[in-house]
């Protein structure tokens, strides 16, 4: 695509942005260039291209893809979203300190006080909802404000605008996971977030066949000193993951659209269930955050939670009966997974975090797949009647 490629829509650039014709042969799809090493032309005069650690083509489209989607202007791609976290916490100095929400993934918990405590990072996990509270939570030495949103697995939505300013006011930078509502639904830098961070497992790739990660941001020195730790610490894909991803993201709207109808129907459904208790869906209009949703996204997005109206044994009769939803962590697929976070997605966070967080042990995650819907409901049917009845 050409330098006026903002001028085009998202769904033509999640096609064509970073995707030249091959100038050799004019293949069309990027190639998997599968490479370690490039022939130089004379010693340390390369064509762009010297080791596949620093670069590798492939890489480099889908960089250029995914920040066109962000609409950021750089991108850098890791070997999963953990190693594009750890990318950002790589920016940190030991005395620093990070406030996060404290219903962020279990794996973004676990890195920040498993890996990084020992480094002398001090962690404060907040209820993001509430500006005062992360206000309150910052410190002269605060480097980092973490938002995830929607989260996971709680689905509530948090203000990036309003995070960032806070952040921005105590001199920390914002970072945005972006990995629940993709750029197709929200692109955080538009509300002032310095990085966004994805998981690309998960929509972006789409298919449940790759793992990968990346970071986007408009700031060119960050951008510099993640490429400078992507480099050093070597947590980055290989190109036949880099095409995977590729192939994804040409169809994420189209997917994005029916998991997001898909998604609204079944909480809409789950809802009215005499079974269910309560169903977080930033789409349902009782959803404490619906305004802000329907402000700073596009659509709802494909995964929603919700509790029986049970006993922790029914919940996991739930989980273990559906046959169209397979019981599986991880999201963003095109088949629909069901899923219990307290055992599995977010087992890693202690148990009375998690309870004070208000992820109780019967929550049921359920990410929604592109199938037909009646035959998710009719899946859901069978499960919760098998478990309640
Ligand atoms: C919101 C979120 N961020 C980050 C990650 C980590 O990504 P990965 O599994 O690709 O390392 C996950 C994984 O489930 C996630 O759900």
Not at 210 to 223: H, K, P, Q
Not at 323 to 330: C, D, G, Y
Not at 361 to 369: A, Q
């Amino acid at each position: 695509m050409t330098d006026d490629e903002d001028d085009f829509r998202i769904e033509t650039r999640a096609i064509h942005a970073g995707q030249e014709p091959d100038p050799e042969t004019g293949a069309l799809m990027t190639p998997i260039y599968a490479n370690s090493t490039y022939a130089q032309d004379a010693p340390g005069e390369h064509r762009g291209y010297e080791y596949s650690r620093t670069g590798n083509p492939t890489r480099t489209d889908l960089e250029e893809n995914l920040a066109s989607l962000e609409g950021g202007e750089y991108g850098r791609c890791f070997s999963s979203g953990m190693g594009a976290i750890n990318t950002v916490l790589n920016l940190l100095e030991s005395g620093d300190h990070v406030v996060a929400g404290d219903d962020v993934y279990g794996g973004t918990h676990r890195i920040f006080t498993r890996v990084y405590e020992k480094y002398d990072v001090a962690f404060d996990f907040v209820d993001t909802t509430d500006h005062d509270a992360v206000r309150e939570a910052m410190r002269e030495e605060t480097a980092l404000v973490w938002v995830e949103t929607p989260t996971n697995p709680l689905m509530n939505v948090n203000d990036i605008a309003a995070l960032a300013d806070v952040a921005h006011e105590g001199g920390a930078l914002c970072a945005v996971d972006n990995t629940f509502a993709t750029p197709y639904l929200q692109r955080p830098l538009e509300f002032g977030a310095d990085v966004v961070c994805h998981s690309l497992t998960k929509y972006l790739g789409g298919h449940s066949d790759v793992v990968g990660g990346a970071l986007i941001t408009d700031d060119a020195e960050l951008d510099e000193r993640f490429g400078f730790y992507q480099n050093s610490v070597g947590a980055t894909p290989g190109p036949f993951d880099c095409f995977l991803v590729l192939r994804g993201t040409k169809t994420l709207p189209v997917r994005m659209d029916r998991h997001c109808d898909n998604a609204r129907e079944l909480a809409r459904w789950l809802d009215d269930h005499p079974a269910v208790d309560r169903v977080y869906y930033p789409g349902l209009e009782s959803h404490p955050q619906h305004d802000l949703a329907a402000a700073q996204m596009d659509d709802f997005g494909g995964m929603l939670s919700f509790e029986l109206d049970g006993t922790l044994e029914q919940a996991s009769e739930v989980v273990e009966t559906t046959e169209v939803f397979a019981l599986a962590e991880s999201l963003g697929g095109v088949e629909s997974l069901i899923e219990q976070p307290a055992a599995m997605t977010h087992a890693a966070i202690p148990r009375e975090e998690r309870r004070a967080a208000g992820l109780t042990d019967g929550l049921i995650r359920v990410s929604v797949g592109v199938e037909h819907v009646e035959d998710l409901k009719a899946d859901l049917e069978r499960a919760l009647d098998a478990a309640t009845n």
